[in-house]
T-cell receptor, first 113, second 113 residues
Framework: KAGVTQTPRYLIKTRGQQVTLSCSPISGHRSVSWYQQTPGQGLQFLFEYFSETQRNKGNFPGRFSGRQFSNSRSEMNVSTLELGDSALYLC????????????FGSGTQLSVL | SQELEQSPQSLIVQEGKNLTINCTSSKTLYGLYWYKQKYGEGLIFLMMLQKGGEEKSHEKITAKLDEKKQQSSLHITASQPSHAGIYLCGADAFKTSYDKVIFGPGTSLSVIP
C-alpha cells in the first residue's frame, strides 16, 4: 500500500497570498486530519475530515479551511498568509474509528516571506 | 481541554545508555500513542496503549501506561544513534465519541556515538 502523500513538499509564499496544500490518504482510509507544527507551538490540530464532512476543528482562524473529496483526498487552504503561518503542515490518515493509529505524510514545509 | 506534557524537553545520551521519556495528561488517557519524528518529516507510529498498567515493547523500546491512566513512559534500552529524533506522545481527546488526537510538545533525543 502506498503511504500518505503530501504535495508540494516545500512552498515559499509572500504575505497576503493564499496557498493550497494537498493530501492523498492511504487507500481505504476515510479520515484525514491536518496539523500545523512550529518550534514554538508544537503540533497543533487544525481539522479533521471524514467522508467529505468536517468532523472536528481546532482553534485556528477562519483563514484556514479545508475540504475532502469523494476519493478521500483532502486539500487545505490558507488565505491572506501571515509570517506566523510559516510551519510544517502535516496530514494524517486513518480509518476514522476511535483508537486507531494515524499514518502521517512527510509534510509540506511552508515559508511565508 | 486536555493537555499533554512531556519531560524532559530534550535529552543527550551516550550510545548504549538507557533513557526514559515521560508523558503526563491533565485528564484520563483512553488512547495513548507514541510517535517518533525525524526533523522536518512526518511522524512514525511506535505504540499505542489503552489499559491501565499496560506495557508494550518493540525491539529496544518499551512503553507503559500507569494504573491511573494519566501518565505514560517510554523507555529505550541500550540507545543507538538510530534512536535519535523527536518523540511525541498523543492522546484521543475524549472517550465517548471520536475526537481529535492531540499531541504533547515532544522530547528531542540525541544519541552520541
Amino acid at each position: 500500500k502506498a503511504g500518505v502523500t503530501q504535495t508540494p513538499r516545500y512552498l515559499i509564499k509572500t504575505r497576503g497570498q493564499q496557498v493550497t496544500l494537498s493530501c492523498s490518504p492511504i487507500s481505504g482510509h476515510r479520515s484525514v486530519s491536518w496539523y500545523q507544527q512550529t518550534p514554538g507551538q508544537g503540533l497543533q490540530f487544525l481539522f479533521e475530515y471524514f467522508s467529505e464532512t468536517q468532523r472536528n476543528k481546532g482553534n485556528f482562524p477562519g483563514r484556514f479551511s479545508g475540504r475532502q473529496f469523494s476519493n478521500s483526498r483532502s486539500e487545505m487552504n490558507v488565505s491572506t498568509l501571515e509570517l506566523g503561518d510559516s510551519a510544517l503542515y502535516l496530514c494524517a490518515s486513518s480509518s476514522g474509528r476511535q483508537y486507531e493509529k494515524l499514518f502521517f505524510g512527510s509534510g509540506t514545509q511552508l515559508s511565508v516571506l | 481541554s486536555q493537555e499533554l506534557e512531556q519531560s524532559p524537553q530534550s535529552l543527550i545520551v551516550q550510545e548504549g545508555k538507557n533513557l526514559t521519556i515521560n508523558c503526563t495528561s491533565s485528564k484520563t488517557l483512553y488512547g495513548l500513542y507514541w510517535y517518533k519524528q525525524k526533523y522536518g518529516e512526518g511522524l512514525i507510529f511506535l505504540m499505542m496503549l489503552q489499559k491501565g498498567g499496560e506495557e508494550k515493547s518493540h525491539e529496544k523500546i518499551t512503553a507503559k501506561l500507569d494504573e491511573k491512566k494519566q501518565q505514560s513512559s517510554l523507555h529505550i534500552t541500550a540507545s543507538q544513534p538510530s534512536h535519535a529524533g523527536i518523540y511525541l506522545c498523543g492522546a484521543d481527546a475524549f472517550k465517548t465519541s471520536y475526537d481529535k488526537v492531540i499531541f504533547g510538545p515532544g522530547t528531542s533525543l540525541s544519541v552520541i556515538p
